[in-house]
C-alpha cells in the first residue's frame, strides 16, 4: 500500500527566509506531484516530476524528485505573502484495484512579514 | 484552461437520502476521479474511472457509489447519506499521465 508522508504539516515563517517541505512515499511510484491550496479553494496543479532527478521551478519554488530515496522536496527561496496555503504532494500509484493518487495530509504554510 | 465544473458549491442533506453529486469536464479526458478531503487526513480516493461506464474502487469507496454514462460526467452517488459523509468532495479529471485537474469542491453537510 503506498503511503505518503510530509513533514512538517504546519510552518510559519518569515518573507525573505528559505525553506524545505519533503515529502516521502513508501512504494515505488513513477510519478510526484505537488498541489496548491488556498482556503475555500480547490487544488491547483504546481509540479509533476516524472523521472529521478527531476528538477522544476517555477519563480520562487522549486521542485526535486530522488525515486531512489522516495523523496520528493519543494523549496521556497525568498519567501513572500502571497506563497502562504496548504502544499499537499502526491504519489501516482498503479494497479492493486485502482489507479489515482495518494496525497500527503498538506503542510499549511504561513509567511508572515 | 481545463474546467472541472461540480454542480454545488454546498449541499445540506439528511441522514438516509440519496444524495448525486455531479462532476462534468470540459477536456475529453479519460480519466476521473471522486475525493473526499477531511481535516488532518488529507484527501482520500473514493472512486476513480478511466472510461465510460468503467470505474475502480479507491481507498474507501464504502457506502458511495459512482456512475460514468458519458466521457465528460462523473457522478457521485452516497446511497443512504449519514453523518460520518459530512465532508468536502473534490472531482478531478486527467489525461493519462497528465496532472488531475481540481474542481471547487463541494461542501456537503449531513444533518
Known amino acids: 500500500e503506498l503511503k505518503v508522508e510530509q513533514n512538517p504539516l504546519f510552518l510559519s515563517m518569515q518573507e525573505g527566509k528559505n525553506y524545505t517541505i519533503y515529502c516521502n512515499y513508501s512504494?515505488?511510484?513513477?510519478?510526484l506531484y505537488w498541489y496548491r491550496q488556498d482556503p475555500g479553494k480547490s487544488l491547483e496543479s504546481l509540479f509533476v516530476?516524472?523521472?529521478?532527478?527531476a528538477v522544476k521551478q517555477e519563480g520562487r519554488l522549486m521542485a526535486s524528485l530522488d525515486t531512489k530515496a522516495r523523496l520528493s522536496t519543494l523549496h521556497i527561496t525568498a519567501a513572500v505573502h502571497d506563497l502562504s496555503a496548504t502544499y499537499f504532494c502526491?504519489?501516482?500509484?498503479?494497479?492493486?484495484?485502482?489507479?489515482?493518487?495518494?496525497f500527503g495530509k498538506g503542510t499549511h504554510l504561513i509567511i508572515q512579514p | 484552461d481545463v474546467k472541472v465544473t461540480q454542480s454545488s458549491r454546498y449541499l445540506v442533506k439528511r441522514t438516509g437520502e440519496k444524495v448525486f453529486l455531479e462532476c462534468v469536464q470540459d477536456?475529453?479526458?479519460?480519466?476521473m476521479f471522486w475525493y473526499r478531503q477531511d481535516p488532518g487526513l488529507g484527501l482520500r480516493l473514493i472512486y476513480f474511472?478511466?472510461?465510460?461506464?468503467?470505474?475502480e474502487k479507491g481507498d474507501i469507496p464504502e457506502g458511495y457509489s459512482v456512475s460514468r454514462e458519458k466521457k465528460e460526467r462523473f457522478s457521485l452517488i452516497l446511497e443512504s447519506a449519514s453523518t460520518n459523509q459530512t465532508s468536502m468532495y473534490l472531482c478531478?479529471?486527467?489525461?493519462?499521465?497528465?496532472?488531475?485537474?481540481f474542481g471547487d469542491g463541494t461542501r456537503l453537510s449531513i444533518l
Open positions: 478531478a479529471s486527467s489525461l493519462w499521465g497528465g496532472p488531475q485537474h
Open positions: 512504494t515505488t511510484s513513477d510519478r
Open positions: 516530476l516524472l523521472s529521478n532527478g
Open positions: 502526491a504519489a501516482y500509484r498503479t494497479g492493486g484495484g485502482a489507479d489515482g493518487l495518494t
Open positions: 477536456m475529453d479526458h479519460e480519466n
Open positions: 474511472s478511466y472510461d465510460v461506464k468503467m470505474k
